[in-house]
């Protein structure tokens, strides 16, 4: 027998009105929809495309920016499908065929209803493999290092070089105002499906997009006045943050900015990547905030300061309908975590677990706006959060 007190009309209807308004409430601090520009409406740079054509306009010829994107391909190639499937990406996806311009001071995007781009072949199957190699990179960096004109250029240069037969090497050079890293895993994918499509003389199937680069970044400029709680969350958290690290070197810095860098591989040992995926099991944490609160308190030994800010790229696609989108979305987050002497390591993974979660749920603000909202001095001589 049901022995719970009766719940009368007024109460009920009280607690409906309550409901109602919690939902109401919630429904307030949802994202608010990309909206599709209309023909005629201009259409902005993103907040990360606005900076590097700030750069580009700065220095003129800057090629540190250049992507380059390559698969090598085995096996028979029908050169007209490849054709075909690489005009399908220029016409669907916008971002490949913008160009930029400025009008009293505001630059926007253009974006050409039709484009084709040209794909330019190189024969390397006479030669030995060892110089094939050899020439291939040759080949790739000195398209990766021909500037872009950002204001009359389709950004995108698709080379294919043939090493035998049944061998090619296709490489796409673009400029990363249009593409991220994500995007290149798009066009791969995309241009496969296109490519066997074509092949077997068929219309390629690939789902209509949801939106379009130019829209998102009409959105992005409509919505970032409206993040008042995660720019507060970014002010608080960065707080009194150390301008830069002192790390000891082996030269002195120039103090002028340089675009030269490095990148090391290394393989962790089985047994040791297990211990770090224990860890992390363990603790609630991922690998990535493991090898990162192993990299900051590093950063802390070697600089002898607690505090340590680090940059860590994330893709910027918050939002499912961009997903599929080719364009520049991706964000830089500083991540700050307290290194304090005689801390052990797990409390140092838990303050790193504990600002990486905080960092993914604000990572709308980009690090532009961040920049200008936190009011840091600029220097050549190191980025300006961390």
Avoid at 94 to 110: I, K, N, P, W, Y
Avoid at 243 to 250: G, M, R, T, V
Wanted: proline letters at 5%; charged letters at 20%; aromatic letters at 6%.
């Amino acid at each position: 027998m049901d022995t719970r007190p009766a719940t009368s009309s007024a109460e009920l209807a009280e607690k409906l009105a309550l409901l109602a308004q919690l939902v109401a409430d919630d429904e307030t601090d949802l994202p608010q929809p990309i909206r599709a520009l209309g023909a005629d409406e201009t259409a902005p740079l993103s907040y990360a495309q606005e900076l590097l054509w700030l750069l580009d306009q700065a220095t003129p010829g800057l090629t540190a920016y250049n992507l380059v994107m390559s698969r090598r391909l085995i096996g028979p190639l029908a050169l007209p499908a490849l054709d075909r499937a690489v005009q399908l990406l220029v016409s669907r996806h916008e971002a490949l065929r913008t160009t930029f311009s400025s009008a009293d001071g505001e630059a926007h995007q253009v974006i050409s209803p039709d484009a084709g781009v040209t794909i330019c072949h190189h024969d390397l199957s006479g030669r030995e493999p060892a110089e094939q190699e050899a020439e291939l990179r040759r080949l790739a960096l000195a398209s990766v290092a021909r500037p872009f004109d950002l204001t009359g250029d389709l950004l995108l240069r698709v080379e294919l070089i043939r090493l035998s037969d049944n061998e090619h090497v296709l490489v796409l050079v673009s400029h990363h105002i249009v593409v991220d890293g994500w995007s290149g895993t798009i066009l791969f994918r995309e241009l496969g499906a296109a490519y066997e499509a074509f092949v077997a003389s068929h219309s390629p199937s690939l789902a209509p997009l949801p939106t379009r680069f130019r829209d998102y970044a009409a959105w992005q400029r409509a919505s970032i006045g409206k993040e008042r709680a995660a720019l507060d969350f970014w002010r608080e958290r960065l707080a009194d943050a150390p301008s830069h690290l002192d790390l000891p070197a082996d030269f002195v810095q120039s103090g002028t900015a340089g675009f030269d860098g490095d990148r090391r591989a290394i393989v962790l040992d089985p047994a040791l990547l297990a211990g770090v995926r224990g860890l992390a099991r363990a603790e609630g944490a991922t690998v990535y905030m493991v090898l990162l609160a192993a990299y900051q308190a590093v950063l802390a030994r070697y600089s002898g300061q607690a505090d340590v800010v680090v940059g860590s790229p994330v893709a910027g696609r918050t939002r499912r309908e961009l997903e599929g989108v080719v364009g520049y979305f991706a964000n830089t987050l500083p991540l700050r975590t307290r290194v304090v002497a005689g801390r052990s390591f797990r409390a140092v993974l838990g303050a790193v677990r504990e600002t990486c979660l905080g960092a993914f749920e604000h990572q709308e603000v980009p690090l532009e706006t961040l920049v200008l909202e936190l009011g840091r001095e600029r220097a050549l001589s190191h980025a300006p959060l961390f």
